[in-house]
C-alpha cells in the first residue's frame, strides 16, 4: 500500500507540468543567467581586452608593458567582442587605443588619449586606471621633459636648440631602458585560516550557493500543495469513509516531496558546477545537511497545507513565503564575507541554519558546529511533520 501510495504520488507530481517548469526548468534558467553573471571566481590573474586602432609603435609598447604586469593577462580582439566581454562581467576592463594615439602622444596632448571601458562587476576600477595612466605617462615622458624644459628656457629668452632636444630623449631612454621609471605594485595572496585570514567561497559559490538553498525551499513548497488538492477531489473524504486518514498515505506522500527535492538538488548542484566549474555542496557532511534542509522543508510544506485551504492559495503564497523567508535566511545574500557567520536573524528560518552550517564546514572542516545545524532541522522537521499529521487527523474541516 506505501508503495502504491508512493508511486502514484510522484506520478502525480511529475505529471503536472507547472510543477516540472517551477521546480526545474526555471531554477536552471536562473542558475545559467547568474552563472554568466557572477561567474567571477577568484583569480590569480585580472583579464584585459585592448582594441588598437593606431597600430603603432607606440601602442604596441604599451600593449607590450601591459602584458609583462604580474597578474595582468592581456587578449587582444575587436571593438564588437571587447564590449560584448565588458557588458558580461568575463573581463575587468576593456582598453580602446584610438587611431592618433601616437600622434597625440608626440604632441604632449594626453587628454582623452584612451577609453577605459570597466566591467560594471570589476573590484580594481581606480588600480586599473592608475596603472595603465602610469605606462602611458612612462612612454610620454620625454615629451612632457621636453616641453618643460623648453618653456623654461623660452621664459629665460634662451634659444632651444635641436641638441638640447635630443639630450633630453637621450638620457630618458637611458632611465628607461633601465627600469628607473616604472608602475610598480605588489600582490598579495589571501592568508590561509590558520594565519587568522579571512575565509570565502570562491565568487561563483558565494553567489549561487543561497540560490540553490532557496530553489529547494521553492520547489518543495509548490508540491506540497497534494494535500489541500486532495481535499479538493475528495480523497480525505473517501479515507473517512474508510476509517480515517491513512499514515501510508501520508508518509507516503512525505517521502514523494523528499524524493523530488533531492532530485532537485542533485540537478542544481550539478548545474552549478558545469556553469562555473565548481562544486558549491560536496562531502558526506554537507549533502546530509542538504537531505536534512529538504527533510525540514517537506515538514513545512505539510504544514503549510494544513493551513491553506486551497491548492492555489499555497501555489500563490509560495513565492512570497520562498522570498521573505530566503531573505531573511541569507540565501538573497552574496555569502562572501559572511561564511559561517551569518547575522542572528538568519537563524530564525532554515534557510540560514543550513547556510550556516555549510559555511562552517567550508572554512573549518574539523569544527562539529554543523552537527548543531543537523539537530535543529530534524527537529523542526519533526515536530512540523507531527503538528501536520495530528491536524489532519482531529481537525474535521480537511475532510468536509
Known amino acids: 500500500m506505501f508503495y502504491?501510495?508512493?508511486?502514484?504520488?510522484?506520478?502525480l507530481l511529475?505529471?503536472?507540468?507547472?510543477?516540472?517548469v517551477a521546480i526545474i526548468f526555471i531554477?536552471?534558467?536562473?542558475?545559467?543567467?547568474?552563472?554568466?553573471?557572477?561567474?567571477?571566481?577568484e583569480k590569480s590573474e585580472m583579464e584585459l581586452v585592448i582594441v588598437d586602432?593606431?597600430?603603432?609603435?607606440?601602442s604596441k609598447n604599451l600593449i607590450m608593458a601591459l602584458e609583462n604586469k604580474e597578474s595582468i593577462h592581456i587578449r587582444q580582439m575587436n571593438m564588437k567582442k571587447a564590449k560584448r566581454y565588458v557588458e558580461d562581467n568575463q573581463v575587468e576592463a576593456a582598453v580602446i587605443i584610438p587611431a592618433d594615439y601616437e600622434a597625440k602622444l608626440l604632441s604632449g596632448d594626453l587628454q582623452g588619449i584612451l577609453q577605459i571601458d570597466i566591467a560594471f562587476s570589476a573590484d580594481s576600477r581606480g588600480f586599473l586606471s592608475e596603472m595603465i595612466a602610469g605606462e602611458v605617462f612612462r612612454q610620454s615622458g620625454p615629451i612632457i621633459s621636453q616641453k618643460a624644459v623648453s618653456g623654461v628656457l623660452m621664459k629665460d629668452e634662451i634659444p632651444v636648440i635641436n641638441s638640447i632636444t635630443s639630450l633630453i630623449q637621450e638620457k630618458y631612454d637611458e632611465i628607461y631602458a633601465n627600469d628607473r621609471v616604472y608602475v610598480d605594485y605588489i600582490v598579495l595572496p589571501a592568508k590561509p585560516p590558520e594565519s587568522g585570514g579571512l575565509v570565502n567561497y570562491p565568487a561563483?559559490?558565494?553567489?549561487?550557493?543561497?540560490?540553490?538553498?532557496?530553489?529547494?525551499?521553492f520547489g518543495t513548497l509548490h508540491g506540497s500543495s497534494w494535500l489541500t488538492r486532495d481535499k479538493d477531489l475528495g480523497v480525505l473524504k473517501r479515507f473517512v469513509t474508510a476509517g480515517g486518514v491513512?499514515?501510508?498515505?501520508?508518509?507516503?506522500?512525505?517521502?514523494?516531496?523528499?524524493?523530488?527535492?533531492t532530485l532537485l538538488a542533485i540537478v542544481l548542484v550539478l548545474g552549478s558546477y558545469f556553469l562555473t566549474g565548481f562544486l558549491p555542496v560536496e562531502g558526506i557532511k554537507s549533502w546530509l545537511l542538504i537531505l536534512v534542509y529538504i527533510a525540514c522543508n517537506c515538514s513545512v510544506g505539510l504544514f503549510l497545507s494544513t493551513i491553506f485551504k486551497?491548492?492555489?492559495?499555497?501555489?500563490?503564497?509560495?513565492?512570497?513565503?520562498?522570498?521573505?523567508?530566503?531573505?531573511?535566511?541569507g540565501c538573497l545574500w552574496n555569502q562572501m564575507g559572511t561564511i559561517a557567520n551569518l547575522p542572528i536573524i538568519s537563524l530564525f528560518t532554515p534557510q540560514g541554519w543550513v547556510l550556516q552550517a555549510l559555511g562552517a564546514l567550508y572554512a573549518y572542516p574539523g569544527t562539529a558546529v554543523w552537527l548543531q545545524s543537523l539537530v535543529v532541522l530534524s527537529g523542526l522537521s519533526i515536530i512540523l511533520a507531527v503538528v501536520a499529521w495530528v491536524r489532519l487527523k482531529k481537525d474535521r474541516q480537511y475532510y468536509s
Open 53 to 58: 586602432y593606431d597600430q603603432s609603435e607606440m
Open 4 to 11: 502504491l501510495f508512493l508511486r502514484t504520488r510522484l506520478k
Open 246 to 261: 491513512k499514515l501510508t498515505w501520508f508518509l507516503a506522500s512525505w517521502l514523494s516531496l523528499f524524493l523530488v527535492g
Open 310 to 329: 486551497r491548492a492555489e492559495h499555497l501555489q500563490a503564497a509560495t513565492p512570497i513565503i520562498a522570498i521573505v523567508s530566503g531573505f531573511a535566511g
Open 204 to 217: 561563483a559559490v558565494a553567489s549561487s550557493l543561497g540560490l540553490i538553498v532557496l530553489f529547494l525551499l
Open 27 to 41: 531554477p536552471l534558467v536562473v542558475s545559467a543567467m547568474m552563472g554568466n553573471a557572477l561567474d567571477r571566481q
Open 14 to 20: 511529475f505529471s503536472d507540468a507547472r510543477f516540472f
